[in-house]
């Protein structure tokens, strides 16, 4: 994921959605990543078999998957900060305010790595780098979030500042963010990519096996079982009451 530089809107919505759900699974389990990052970020692709004969929306699909979890933490209470690692545990760029100010972090931490990645998927920047660790950490800390620019779509611009709040307690969590209209949309719109790339898959390998086999054996071959039946349940509850981000 860190080779692209700048993603158009099109295609940075499927790869946050991605991160987004991986992280509501994550959190759910009371996992808290902690050093999220383009780099921990790993890219698999869905492909149909046949790429000759492949339609537009099942030309392929990339799916992201997060790794590396040498410092996540899975008990939620018992977080802290040493003094001694002067809050770096995780990769400074990413890290979040309350992590810099030796607060008790949480999985809002989590949630500001997000938003400095769908930041830099859009823009190609990170908002608060600078050469310097401690001047980027004071940045992170003190500096408020420069304008995005004026091609970026307000719904983007809306929730990156949600994101990047630098207060934890009103930085949205995974479920509330899955309640934005725009999100939920958006992670409708990914499943039903993903269920279409993979019912090619499935015919495709149903065919060329049916293909192979005797009469009496393809009479019995009748139904492909379908994959993503969790995420499409998800999907299923998240149609809730909307919410916007204003």
Known sequence: MQKKKVFSEVDAWPFFVMILLGLHYLHGKNIVHRDLKPANILVDDLKPLDKANAT??????????IGDFGISKVDLQTMR?????LGFLSTPAYTAPEVIGRQKPSEKVD???????FHEMITGNNPFRHDNVWAMSDA????????????VSPSIRGIIAKLLDKNPQTRPNTSTLLKVNVIKFQVLKLIDRIHQVNQTIAEQVKASITQSLPNYFQKKITSVSEKFTVTQQLAMNLLMKPVDVK
């Open 81 to 85: 900060i040493n003094q001694s690692t």
């Open 140 to 151: 992170i800390k003190n500096d408020s979030l420069k304008p995005l620019p004026d091609t």
């Open 56 to 65: 537009a929306i099942t030309k392929g699909l990339q799916i992201l998957k």
């Open 111 to 117: 949630i500001w790595a997000l938003g400095i990645i």
